[in-house]
């Protein structure tokens, strides 16, 4: 019996035919193998959090005058256990903030989920990062450019405090943090009081409405302690 040949030995696939077939291969089962060795965010660019930060929740936010500047403290909640992520959450917040509000000074100091509900007790180790910033920072006593930004290294412990080293952004990591921002979603503000329905969302959002805004005569501290937040 006469064997038949399905496939000639030297059949040659046109250039086009060859590009076709390779490409709807990495678009089905092949896709898997090619994100591992060419690297994801190569293909579908990078995580939204290691750009923007994380979604995140208001806490407090206080208007302060100092020497008759307003100075506003924005206290916010998220979960990230990578501390740049933490401050790039902060940063994309202070932009927010000073979106939506008029003022001298903005500095955002990002909590733990863990961490402390009482105001007096947010500070020190309970701070994961923080962000300060001033369109004018000439008139800031201590403060010589826009921003300023800070963050402990490592997650937070199961109290919601942190005992990390703390690094201090140059400005031109900041500049860049911020220039590759493609968003200045805001915080979401918690469900009121009493509210079992679970009505607050869960991811950031350009509408979210202001936190509540206490008033103060005065700043509780000095000026350099304000601006000097940071460098902590």
């Not at 008139?139 to 109290?159: C, D, H, L, Q, T």
């Amino acid at each position: 019996m006469r064997s038949v040949k399905f496939i000639p030995s030297k059949l040659r696939l046109p250039k086009k035919v060859l590009i076709l077939v390779v490409g709807v291969g990495v678009l089905t089962g092949a896709s898997g193998a090619v994100a591992a060795f060419v690297g994801r965010d190569a293909i579908l660019g990078p995580r939204r959090e290691t750009v923007s930060g994380v979604a995140c929740t208001s806490v407090l936010t206080t208007r302060q005058e100092q020497d008759g500047q307003q100075w506003i403290r924005h206290y916010i909640r998220a979960k990230a256990a990578d501390g740049e992520v933490r401050v790039k959450t902060a940063l994309r917040v202070a932009g927010a903030l000073s979106n939506r509000t008029e003022a001298d000074l903005y500095h955002v100091v990002l909590l733990d989920e863990a961490g402390p509900a009482q105001r007096a007790e947010m500070r020190g180790r309970a701070i994961g990062a923080e962000v300060l910033f001033s369109r004018n920072p000439g008139s800031i006593p201590g403060m010589s450019a826009p921003f300023a930004a800070s963050y402990v290294e490592g997650a937070a412990a199961e109290n919601g405090e942190f005992y990390g080293e703390r690094r201090t952004l140059e400005v031109d990591e900041i500049k860049a943090i911020v220039t590759a921002m493609p968003e200045r979603t805001d915080c979401l503000d918690p469900a009121p009081t009493g509210d079992e329905g679970g009505h607050g969302a869960t991811a950031a959002s350009d509408h979210a409405a202001p936190a509540p805004v206490e008033q103060h005569a005065s700043s509780e501290a000095g000026a350099e302690q304000h601006v000097a937040a940071a460098g902590h």
